[in-house]
């Protein structure tokens, strides 16, 4: 009789929470951007060019969790999930975190004429938000679902923002923190959600080792949204900086 492998054997939901949440030391917080942001350190033009480019990637969550929906044949699954889709492009009760982001725009100097029409959004970020995007419509909705899991880290950041940002930059207007401040509660209700869809379908150890890798892959989604950002507009390096000042970047062609 071999001897059983302990690597082969599943982790125990305890150990598999663990793993997940060690992920944390990835999370896009950890970024030399966003600590410019939190130290004071960041320019108008750095702040504003993070809230455009992040507005690419709002508008693209309600189309992934959409995707997730269309997936799933679980209508318990899918009541609970579409709460995510409201919460972003809103209702009759409540404007929604798109509505709220645009706000934030305008409160940082933007138009919102400039923000919906994309001008700003840099390519990198634009392929690393649509590699998400087409990666949960192809994915299984548990494992398009568990890539959300990001969220585990995410109220830490926004309230991250609200203690610093007012601190550092008075010149922001305070509606524009809104958007915030919802999600510090909306992202706790949805990490339980996801949580659960996690730590109940991935029974074997290579299905956990292959969740971690999906939670890697929305890491590196963040963490190169930043990097994009942070050769456009802390290193003076936007796309063609030694052709053109002029933003050439296509605009969502492949969709």
């Not at 663990?18 to 990835?26: D, I, M, V």
């Not at 997936?71 to 609970?80: A, G, I, S, T």
């Not at 919460?87 to 933007?110: C, F, M, N, P, S």
Request: proline share 5%; hydrophobic share 35%.
């Amino acid at each position: 009789m071999k001897p059983t492998n302990v690597k082969s054997l599943p982790m125990s939901l305890d150990e598999f929470e663990a793993a997940l949440r060690s992920k944390g030391q990835y999370y896009h917080i950890h970024h030399p951007y966003h600590q410019a942001m939190y130290s004071g350190r960041s320019t108008p033009e750095q702040i504003r060019g993070w809230v455009a480019n992040r507005f690419y990637y709002q508008i693209n969550i309600p189309l992934k969790d959409a995707a997730i929906m269309a997936n799933c044949p679980d209508r318990e699954v899918r009541r609970h999930w579409v709460q995510r889709i409201i919460d972003h492009d809103g209702d009759d009760q409540a404007e929604g975190g798109i509505e709220a982001w645009l706000r934030l725009g305008e409160a940082v100097g933007l138009t919102r004429e400039e923000i919906l029409s994309e001008e700003h959004v840099l390519p990198g970020v634009r392929f690393a938000v649509d590699a998400y995007v087409n990666f949960a419509r192809r994915a299984s909705w548990q494992e398009a679902a568990s890539s959300s899991l990001t969220e585990l880290f995410a109220p830490h950041i926004h309230q991250s923002r609200l203690d610093a940002w007012p601190q550092h930059y008075p010149w922001i207007e305070p509606q524009g923190y809104e958007y915030f401040r919802k999600r510090l509660t909306e992202a706790r209700r949805d990490v339980e959600h996801g949580l659960r869809i996690t730590l109940a379908h991935y029974q074997t150890r290579e299905a956990q080792e292959r969740m971690l890798e999906i939670l890697q892959f929305k890491l590196d989604v963040l963490w190169s949204m930043l990097d994009a950002m942070s050769m456009a507009y802390e290193l003076d390096r936007a796309p063609y900086h030694t052709v053109t000042q002029e933003r050439v970047y296509h605009r969502g062609l492949f969709k």
